[in-house]
Nanobody, 118 residues
Framework: QVQLVESGGGLVQPGGSLRLSCAAS????????MKWYRQAPGKERESVAT????????NYADSVKGRFTISRDDAKNMVYLQMNSLKPEDTAVYYC???????????WGKGTLVTVSS
């Protein structure tokens, strides 16, 4: 069982940067594939970034590629999303997600709001 808590959201101007954090408790993140999702008002939840349990492979949505970077620090049980060159369309609630494919387990955080506006 894993509990996930996101932090780091807030208001930022277009072109600015923000780093989101996801802290895990209840279990180590070492064996989990980690993802960041986001959901904007009136839109479906979408996958933004993925990092494998070994940290050797990452994937990004086309809309954020080149601007966002996902990383993990398993010693601290933390996952991060560095967001640069933010655009108003990045405004959304961002969710941390952990998946363990052996046993087919999945966990979600409650989300943190990112607002990009001047």
């Amino acid at each position: 069982q894993v509990q996930l808590v996101e932090s780091g959201g807030g208001l930022v101007q277009p072109g600015g940067s923000l780093r989101l954090s996801c802290a895990a408790s209840g279990s180590t993140l070492s064996w989990y594939t980690m993802k960041w999702y986001r959901q904007a008002p009136g839109k479906e939840r979408e996958s933004v970034a993925t990092i494998t349990s070994a940290g050797g492979s990452t994937n990004y949505a086309d809309s954020v590629k080149g601007r966002f970077t996902i990383s993990r620090d398993d010693a601290k049980n933390m996952v991060y999303l560095q967001m640069n060159s933010l655009k108003p369309e990045d405004t959304a609630v961002y969710y941390c997600n952990a998946r363990l494919y052996i046993g087919n387990m999945e966990y979600w955080g409650k989300g943190t709001l990112v607002t990009v506006s001047s």
